[in-house]
Every structure is written in structure tokens, then in C-alpha cells.
């Protein structure tokens, strides 16, 4: 008797360690599958337009994967359709109201207040990357004409400034810009600036008329290239306009 008393106790505690476990089991919280992919949706450039004010955003002369693959659809879309459009609409803002609102983006650079962070930080960002996108497109190999001569005749030759301009712009620190400028005495020079600096500003290390602009922000590359800076770099010289640049060469030196 006793043996069978002690069957079904066993039995009892087996059952509620078996109702226990069932119970554990069913609490526990079931995590969703990934629901399919989100369609990312990408307009125009010619879509964004900044809010009224002093300066307009400069048009792209190319679409979103006009640079694909050097530069994806998805950087070039967000550069332009988000960080672009922001330093617009904070430069139109900043100046609205005040004397600064007549002048040309090189005359607000030229006598900017450097502490006015705000105004610095927006008309550098408007005005670098308006030139930044002219400087790229379909590509066009190499300089022509007038700056092809005025490379070699300072550089060597276009592979020697390409080498130099290269290596200028891998070794910068954090957010900045590399440059080629002509300076007052009409010299061109490969010069780097920090944050939205640039050389149209009085604190310019090295001052100039900039006719190359290359975004080292990691917002221009990080999406593409991640850490590798240097990839980047090597894909921005496969999509420079160098008509365009050779264009700027001209204008600068008529200054
Ligand atoms: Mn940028």
C-alpha cells in the first residue's frame, strides 16, 4: 500500500514538474520575424528646394546615381537632399534681416565674423558644397587646355598633382575639405580647411580662390567606403568635372 501511495505522489510531483515546465515554456516572449525589406524611395534632385531666402540650393547637372558607383545613389541623395538643403535654409536664416543679406556668399566669406559659429558653419557649408558639386559629374579623365598646363608647370605633371592631391587629403584629421585654389598671385595651390572652413575665410592657413572642392566629411563617404577615406579619394577622381574645373581656373584668375 504504502508502495503504491508512494507511486502516485511521484506520479502527482511529476505531473505538476512537467505542468510547471509547459507553463515556463508558453511564457516565453516570441520575437517577430523581420517583416520584408523597406522599399527606399528616392526623388529627384530638382525636387529639393530650399526655404525662401538670400541663396538657393545650386541644381545637380546629374541624377542620384549620376556618380554610381564611385559615389551610391543613397550618399548622394542624402548629401545633397539633406545636409546640403540644412546649411541652406540655416545660412538663409542666420542672415535674414541683416546687412549680410545683399552680399554674395564670397562676400560674406571674406568678411565673416569668425565667431558667429552659426553664420561660419552655414555659408562654409552652403558655399563648399555648391562647389563641391560642380566639380564632379560624368568625369572627365583629366584637365585641359590652360589648367593642364598651369598643373604641370607647377606639379610636374597631372600624375604628380593627383599623387599630391591625394596624399593631402588622406592625411587630414576629422571633418574637413582639400582644396585646389589659385592664390592672389594667381599660383595654384592643394590647401586643406577644418570643419566648413575654407579659404575665402581671413583665418585660411592658405588663402585663395578654391576651383576644387573634395568633402571629407564622413557624411560624403561613409556609407560607400566606411573608414576607408582613402577609397573614396581614389572614386572622387574618377567623377571630377574637370571642364568645369578648368571653367573655375579661368574665372579665378580673372580676379
Ligand atoms: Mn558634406
Not at 540644412?86 to 542672415?95: D, G, P, Q, S
Not at 562647389?131 to 583629366?142: A, P
Not at 577609397?231 to 574665372?251: C, L, M, R, T
Request: charged letters at 25%; glycine letters at 6%.
Amino acid at each position: 500500500m504504502r508502495k503504491i501511495h508512494f507511486l502516485l505522489s511521484s506520479l502527482v510531483l511529476f505531473i505538476l514538474f512537467v505542468s510547471c515546465n509547459n507553463k515556463k515554456l508558453t511564457e516565453v516572449v516570441e520575437v517577430p520575424l523581420p517583416t520584408a525589406e523597406e522599399k527606399v524611395t528616392m526623388g529627384i534632385p530638382d525636387d529639393v528646394t530650399a526655404e525662401e531666402g538670400a541663396f538657393q540650393m545650386e541644381r545637380l547637372s546629374y541624377p542620384y546615381d549620376g556618380l554610381n558607383p564611385n559615389i551610391s545613389p543613397l550618399t548622394l541623395e542624402m548629401h545633397y537632399s539633406k545636409h546640403y538643403l540644412t546649411y541652406t535654409n540655416n545660412l538663409n536664416k542666420a542672415i535674414a534681416g541683416t546687412e549680410l543679406d545683399d552680399l554674395t556668399i564670397e562676400e560674406i566669406l571674406s568678411k565673416l565674423d569668425l565667431n558667429d559659429a552659426e553664420i561660419r558653419n552655414n555659408a562654409g557649408g552652403y558655399y563648399n558644397h555648391s562647389l563641391y558639386w560642380k566639380c564632379l559629374g560624368k568625369g572627365s579623365g583629366q584637365p585641359k587646355d590652360t589648367l593642364a598646363e598651369a598643373i604641370t608647370k607647377k606639379f610636374g605633371s597631372f600624375a604628380q598633382f593627383t599623387t599630391s592631391f591625394k596624399e593631402e587629403a588622406t592625411k587630414q584629421f576629422g571633418s574637413s575639405w582639400s582644396w585646389l585654389i589659385v592664390d592672389k598671385s594667381g599660383n595654384l595651390k592643394i590647401t586643406s580647411t577644418q570643419n566648413q572652413d575654407n579659404p575665402l575665410m581671413h583665418n585660411a592657413l592658405v588663402q585663395g580662390t578654391p576651383i576644387l572642392a573634395l568633402d571629407l566629411w564622413e557624411h560624403a563617404y561613409y556609407l560607400d567606403y566606411q573608414y576607408k577615406r582613402k577609397n573614396y579619394v581614389d572614386a572622387f577622381f574618377k567623377v571630377i568635372n574637370w571642364k568645369k574645373v578648368g571653367e573655375n581656373y579661368e574665372e579665378a584668375l580673372k580676379k
